[in-house]
C-alpha cells in the first residue's frame, strides 16, 4: 500500500462496504445468533466509516499543513477553534455539517459516540402511591431503533462522494 494520506480513507470505505454486505447477510440470514452478527457487523461499519472520516481529516490537514496533523479522533477538526486556526473550505464544509444534528455526518458521529458508552438500565418512573398496586401494562415496549443497511449505506456514499470532491479541490492543477 502506498504511503499516501488518502489511501488510509479508501481504505476504510472498503472496509465500510465489506462490513455492510457482512450485515446485509447476517439481517437476512436465519442463523441462531443472527441479531449478534448483525450488531457486530454495525458496529464495525460505524468504525470504519469514521475511520474513514478520521483519514479525510488527515488529508485535508496534510495538504493545508494544519497544526496537529495526526489528531486521533476526527473531533479535533470539526471544531470552529480548528477551523479558525486555519481556515479553508473543505474542513470549513466539515465542520458545518458536523454541528448541524440534522445531517449525515452528526448522525454518524453521535452514532459513533454512542458504540462506546456503557449499556443503560431503562428508567422506571416512580410510583405515585395514590395509583392502585395492580396496573395494566403493555408488553409491546419499542426497541431502540437500530440504524439499517440503508441508512449506514448513505452515509457511506456521502463520505465518498465528499472525499472524491474534496481531492478536486485540493489538487494543485
Known sequence: MAHELYTRTNQKLYFAGLALEALGKAERGGAMNAAA????????????????????????????????????????????????????????????????????????LREYRVLWLPPRTPRKVKQDVTQPLIQAISLDEEAPAVLGCDTLESWRQALKTLAIRFRDGLSEC
Not at 472520516?53 to 488529508?59: A, I, K, N, S, V
Not at 448541524?100 to 452528526?106: E, G, I
Open 37 to 108: 452478527l448483525a450488531q457486530a457487523e454495525r458496529e464495525a461499519v460505524l468504525f470504519h466509516l469514521y475511520g474513514a472520516l478520521l483519514g479525510l481529516c488527515h488529508e485535508i490537514a496534510g495538504y493545508y499543513r494544519l497544526a496537529n496533523p495526526e489528531a486521533p479522533d476526527a473531533q479535533a477538526f470539526l471544531t470552529p477553534e480548528a477551523l479558525a486556526a486555519a481556515p479553508n473550505p473543505q474542513l470549513g464544509e466539515l465542520v458545518e455539517l458536523a454541528s448541524n444534528p440534522d445531517t449525515w455526518l452528526s448522525q454518524l
